[in-house]
């Protein structure tokens, strides 16, 4: 049974943003998929960036319901697989007999730094429809490789962080939040979430409403996120500051010798071509005008803030906001700021300057912008 069940609903209501700018993992709410794929015995679309690491025979798999007539009249009577946010959510085989275990794997989108600390987050719900036990664990792996656990009860791997004490709270059908803290060893570059207790350390539970035989225990996963815990806090000041802000924010001026901490700040003059990571011109006096800035005030840090028009999809979005903020981050570098008073994250399309309703509103929406910090 080693194979995931990833589910787009098609009767629940328009997707929600779920990509948290901050995210170092891609597609979190697994609403981006390849729809080319397609296997005997229905359609299948296979969510990008994640796979199974279990050597399972299958890899990482949605089923589109509204091609099963049936199954989704039940679907829709039960309310079943119903996504936390969006319309996707992977299903996982935590447990099976004969210790057959799924787990979920994928790349963050930068290493994480020794010492700093970490929010990892996701939603959960018991399948009661597919389970004849619940359990009391889920493991979070953070690696440096990629692990593949072929066989686990000899793989012998531990993981990184543990959410316990899950019994009395998922053994019903509602999705529940889960959060975790971690401090970075240094380097993990891979997220692997999954049952990695040992049969003789595991707690399970039997909830069996529809009297499924044998020992079987599946979940649901939506949202999974980790996030910088001085980059999340961060960027939600960004979001109150951008929202309280009329205008949201104020151009560079070619001649501004100071900058007021807690307000935003935009290149005016640094626009980016379609799917471009660093400015559309050469011009970088706006560039060094920051520059001069944080060299006269060494106490004080930056935040940028990378931005796209709507074009491409949430997972492309996403990474080409991150490498604009980073562009503009190497620029002061270069010019002599240490790295270390430099913040950069990604917010994607979700802050546009204006409608992405013409080529030239998409134009002023590919920007990066700066809050000072004291």
């Known amino acids: 049974m080693n194979r995931f069940v990833f589910i787009i609903v098609l009767f629940f209501a328009t997707s929600g943003r779920i990509l948290s700018a901050q995210n170092l993992l891609p597609n979190p709410g697994f609403e981006a998929y390849d729809s080319s794929i397609v296997s005997t015995g229905g359609w299948h679309f296979q969510p990008k960036s994640w796979k199974n690491v279990s050597g399972g025979r299958y890899p990482p798999y949605i089923r589109n319901e509204s091609r099963f007539n049936g199954l989704y009249a039940k679907l829709q009577i039960l309310n079943e697989y119903k996504s936390a946010s969006g319309r996707a959510c992977m299903l996982m085989y935590l447990y099976t007999d004969g210790l057959s275990r799924d787990f979920l794997s994928t790349h963050l989108a930068e290493p994480l730094v020794k010492g700093n600390s970490y929010h990892i987050e996701f939603d959960i719900r018991y399948c009661p429809e597919?389970?004849?036990?619940?359990?009391?664990?889920?493991?979070?792996?953070?690696?440096?490789?990629?692990?593949?656990?072929?066989?686990?009860?000899?793989?012998?791997?531990?993981?990184?962080?543990?959410?316990?004490?899950?019994?009395?709270?998922?053994?019903?059908?509602?999705?529940?939040?889960?959060?975790?803290?971690?401090?970075?060893?240094?380097?993990?570059q891979y997220l692997t979430i999954g049952n990695f207790s040992p049969e003789n350390a595991m707690q399970?539970?039997?909830?069996?409403?529809?009297?499924?035989?044998?020992?079987?225990?599946?979940?649901?996963?939506?949202?999974?996120?980790?996030?910088?815990?001085?980059?999340?806090?961060?960027?939600?000041?960004?979001?109150?500051?951008?929202?309280?802000?009329?205008?949201?924010?104020?151009?560079?001026?070619?001649?501004?010798?100071?900058?007021?901490?807690?307000?935003?700040?935009?290149?005016?003059?640094?626009?980016?071509?379609?799917?471009?990571?660093?400015?559309?011109?050469?011009?970088?006096?706006?560039?060094?005008?920051?520059?001069?800035?944080?060299?006269?005030?060494?106490?004080?840090?930056?935040?940028?803030?990378?931005?796209?028009?709507?074009?491409?999809?949430?997972?492309?979005?996403?990474?080409?906001?991150?490498?604009?903020?980073?562009?503009?981050?190497?620029?002061?570098?270069?010019?002599?700021?240490?790295?270390?008073?430099?913040?950069?994250?990604?917010l994607s399309e979700d802050f546009p300057l204006v409608a992405n309703v013409s080529d030239d509103a998409k134009a002023q929406n590919r920007r990066v912008e700066i809050l000072f910090l004291k």
């Open 130 to 188: 597919q389970s004849s036990y619940a359990l009391d664990r889920i493991g979070i792996l953070l690696s440096a490789k990629e692990t593949m656990l072929m066989n686990f009860s000899q793989h012998g791997v531990s993981a990184s962080t543990l959410a316990t004490g899950l019994l009395s709270e998922v053994v019903d059908t509602l999705w529940h939040h889960v959060s975790l803290n971690y401090r970075a060893w240094g380097g993990e």
């Open 204 to 346: 399970k539970k039997k909830v069996n409403p529809y009297n499924r035989p044998g020992v079987v225990s599946c979940y649901a996963f939506d949202n999974i996120s980790i996030m910088n815990a001085e980059t999340d806090s961060l960027v939600k000041y960004y979001k109150r500051v951008y929202d309280g802000d009329t205008p949201k924010t104020s151009a560079i001026a070619p001649d501004q010798t100071l900058f007021e901490a807690g307000k935003i700040y935009r290149f005016g003059n640094l626009l980016f071509d379609k799917a471009r990571p660093c400015p559309a011109n050469s011009s970088t006096q706006i560039v060094n005008i920051v520059c001069q800035y944080l060299l006269s005030n060494e106490n004080e840090r930056i935040l940028i803030v990378g931005h796209t028009d709507s074009d491409s999809d949430e997972i492309d979005n996403m990474k080409l906001s991150r490498q604009r903020a980073v562009c503009i981050a190497d620029l002061l570098e270069s010019c002599g700021i240490p790295r270390n008073r430099i913040i950069t994250v990604g």
